[in-house]
T-cell receptor, first 109, second 110 residues
């Protein structure tokens, strides 16, 4: 069993739809990151969360520490949002990260 | 803020050939540096991490090695590549609470 589970694995949406990607983890963490990986492979860090909620443009990330769960929301989705979204948790002890396998999002015009 | 330069972006190498992937960091000093690999259909897996020059810790036994000859340089190497070494390799840097990722290298071993 992976320490970090993401759902769904694949997601196809129509442009304009509201999108939610979920992440559950089973270890004690100090922070959770949401990452975006474009088809070329480059990874961009979207959010780092240790509690509550963060918003950046059309992206919203929430975390519930007690339930060990985080969600990434995209409002008014656009084809340029098409990418793989990866959840990564930083362990409470040490500096290691555990990564989810990613959610592949395709937004259709 | 720290930035990571990782190259090359893509690489095709024959089985048995050597490998050298380089990662350099700017904008910080004495960072923790990491090499991750993402095999097809799997999440990123930590290969090596380094807390200082010449200090390398390996998380999984494998055909690869890492070196840190300078504070802001982290190198991933292999003497003889295997087909199973194919994948996406990612360098990351951590300093304080900040964590920065390189752009990655897609390696195909043929």
């Amino acid at each position: 069993k992976n320490e970090v589970e993401q759902s769904p694995q694949n997601l196809t949406a129509q442009e304009g739809e509201f999108i939610t990607i979920n992440c559950s983890y089973s270890v004690g963490i100090s922070a959770l990151h949401w990452l975006q990986q474009h088809p070329g492979g480059g990874i961009v860090s979207l959010f780092m969360l240790s509690s509550g909620k963060k918003k950046h443009g059309r992206l919203i990330a929430t975390i519930n520490i007690q339930e060990k769960h985080s969600s990434l929301h995209i409002t008014a989705s656009h084809p340029r949002d098409s990418a793989v979204y990866i959840c990564a948790v930083r362990l409470r002890t040490g500096n290691q990260f555990y990564f989810g396998t990613g959610t592949s999002l395709t937004v259709i015009p | 803020s720290q930035t990571i330069h990782q190259w090359p972006a893509t690489l095709v190498q024959p089985v048995g050939s050597p490998l050298s992937l380089e990662c350099t960091v700017e904008g910080t000093s004495n960072p923790n540096l990491y090499w991750y690999r993402q095999a097809a259909g799997r999440g990123l897996q930590l290969l090596f991490y380094s807390v200082g020059i010449g200090q390398i810790s390996s998380e999984v036994p494998q055909n690869l090695s890492a070196s840190r000859p300078q504070d802001r340089q982290f190198i991933l190497s292999s003497k003889k590549l295997l087909l199973s070494d194919s994948g996406f390799y990612l360098c990351a840097c951590q300093q304080g609470g900040g964590y920065t990722f390189g752009s990655g290298t897609r390696l195909t071993v043929v």
